[in-house]
């Protein structure tokens, strides 16, 4: 795809110390930033003007929370956003009808209006946690997608060929591989990057598994007269397995909401390699301060001791300076088979009750043949004792049963 720079200014503005500070911040832990010269030139605008660029970073609520993953590229919005620039958070309410068909090698299934709405109740009080919120604009894609009308919709395709849709990697697999695609799932692209034209962006974000549909966004504005958009895309964080990219789907995902015990165990459940990821993706510390730390480990520091810190960093970040040393404490005490203080209490019925049973009815496992493989596996416990006997029945009484290293409930059976 054609990412040439666009008609600007002929004579290039001086870069202040102020401004390569700013695109120093602003290539931190970026996978690219296309195009990093017409980039500065912005910044030396914005600085020359004092008009702040329009920054813009659109999110489809496909599901009701956000995780650490999602933070990766947020982080970067407040950190522009602490320069002084506009952030644009824009919810797709339209887009997440059609389904973004970034790195699907089957059609996914859109989602209602109903459940589109139930998701988008919870998107920016959360992504508020990491951003400003006063200093936050707040838009969803349906003000300007739903006026466009068919006559609308088909102008705007009329500003795209077929081949250089085709051009996108997951497309291009599915059509050699006679993979069904549907005529909808063309239009996300068009649609996210004439989301870049109605906004006037000067720079969008996301994450590398985006850069497709944001360079459209840059086609897109050319094609209505517009200055085109900068883009920068962040790295994909892995989940807590290390492979797949964090997802709650996949179910290897750290929620922004979830309790700081939880977050805290969750973190220190990572690899000692993957840490290093996670520090670049997620800590706030300073590169040097991260280097220091390698160093430390390499002779001999364990690494175990610069994974609390992280986890610390995060749980403060998220809940509260309290939080993380409770949550740290709630971990030590676990590590020596101790007991956390928050677990649920929990009232059942029908003793004698199968532990397969107790345990799904209980919330610890997601099914009976889920908790019978637990208990195969020597991950199940009833106040302290390994439960090996599949055909199990519990009697009544109260007792507190954990399942692997980070689910407990005081469980009362009658």
Not at 82 to 99: A, E, K, N, P, R
Not at 138 to 154: F, H, K, Q, T, V
Not at 189 to 194: A, D, I, N, T, V
Not at 331 to 339: C, D, E, L, Q, W
Request: proline share 4%.
């Amino acid at each position: 795809m054609n990412v040439s720079p666009t008609n600007q200014a002929a004579s290039l503005l001086p870069l202040s110390d102020a401004v390569q500070e700013a695109l120093a911040v602003t290539k931190r832990g970026v996978d690219e930033l296309l195009i990093e010269a017409e980039f500065a030139q912005k910044l030396a605008r914005a600085e020359q003007s004092g008009k702040p660029l329009r920054i813009k970073l659109g999110l489809d609520p496909t599901a009701p929370d956000l995780h650490l993953g999602h933070t990766v590229v947020l982080n970067k919005m407040r950190q522009l956003q602490d320069l002084g620039h506009q952030v644009i958070f824009l919810i797709g309410d339209f887009t997440s009808m059609i389904g973004d068909p970034s790195g699907r090698n089957i059609t996914r299934p859109p989602l209602t209006r109903e459940q589109i709405e139930e998701n988008a109740k919870t998107y920016f009080s959360q992504a508020s946690l990491v951003l400003d919120p006063a200093k936050t604009e707040i838009r969803y894609n349906s003000e300007w997608c739903d006026p466009l009308g068919a006559r609308g919709m088909i102008e705007l395709s009329a500003k795209y060929t077929v081949a250089r849709i085709l051009e996108r990697e997951d497309f291009t697999k599915r059509f050699q591989s006679n993979t069904p695609i549907s005529l909808h799932e063309f239009l996300y692209p068009l649609m996210q990057g004439y989301d870049s034209v109605a906004l006037k962006s000067d720079l969008e974000l996301g994450g590398t598994d985006q850069k497709f549909n944001l360079l459209v966004g840059r086609e897109l504005q050319k094609s209505y007269g517009q200055e085109q958009q900068c883009i920068l895309t962040m790295p994909l964080l892995e989940g807590l397995d290390g492979v797949e990219k964090m997802s709650k789907s996949k179910g290897n995902y750290i929620g922004i909401t979830e309790p700081g015990n939880t977050m805290f165990a969750k973190l220190m459940s990572i690899s000692d390699v993957m840490m290093w990821r996670y520090y670049e993706l997620l800590s706030f510390r300073s590169l040097a301060e991260i280097a220091q730390f390698r160093k430390e480990v390499e002779e001999g520091r364990n690494p175990r001791d610069i994974k609390v810190l992280l986890g610390q960093e995060i749980v403060e970040r998220f809940h509260s300076r309290q939080a993380a040393e409770d949550a740290l404490a709630d971990f030590v005490n676990r590590s020596k088979g101790g007991i956390p203080d928050d677990i649920p209490d929990v009232a059942l019925s029908g003793a004698p009750l199968g532990i397969g049973q107790l345990l799904k009815q209980a919330n610890l496992c997601a099914s009976t043949s889920e908790a019978l493989r637990m208990v195969e596996q020597g991950g199940v416990r009833i106040d302290g004792t390994v439960i090996s006997d599949k055909a199990l029945k519990v009697e009544a009484g109260t007792f507190v049963v954990q399942v692997g290293k980070r689910k407990f409930a005081r469980v009362t059976l009658a």
